[in-house]
């Protein structure tokens, strides 16, 4: 089992910045891919990020790329999101989940919510 758990959510104005930190306890954290989904109210949980067991490769959903980083730090069993130039479209709680390769999405934290005001 691993388990995770969110920070780093809040209310910002459109433009502004935040960064999401993930932290994982548990089985062995760098063994996992990692990932942020967001779930807008009334909508469904879509993805936004992933990245590898080793950072070397990251994947992004369309609306967020070139805005938002995906990264990890193995050492500290953290996996991160800096959210830059932030849309009131943004807004919605944000999950970090993980997934050994090749497998589901099979560990989910809490969520944290992510305000965007205009």
């Known amino acids: 089992q691993v388990q995770l758990v969110e920070s780093g959510g809040g209310l910002v104005q459109a433009g502004g910045s935040l960064r999401l930190s993930c932290v994982a306890s548990?089985?062995?954290?760098?063994?996992?891919?990692m990932g942020w989904f967001r779930q807008a109210p009334g909508k469904e949980r879509e993805f936004a990020a992933s990245?590898?067991?080793?950072?070397?490769?990251?994947y992004y959903a369309d609306s967020v790329k070139g805005r938002f980083t995906i990264s990890r730090a193995n050492a500290k069993n953290t996996v991160y999101l800096q959210m830059n130039s932030l849309k009131p479209e943004d807004t919605a709680v944000y999950y970090c989940?993980?997934?050994?390769?090749?497998?589901?999405?099979?560990?989910w934290g809490q969520g944290t919510q992510v305000t965007v005001s205009s």
């Open positions: 990245i590898s067991w080793n950072g070397g490769r990251t």
């Open positions: 548990g089985r062995t954290f760098s063994g996992y891919t």
């Open positions: 989940a993980g997934a050994l390769p090749g497998s589901a999405w099979d560990y």
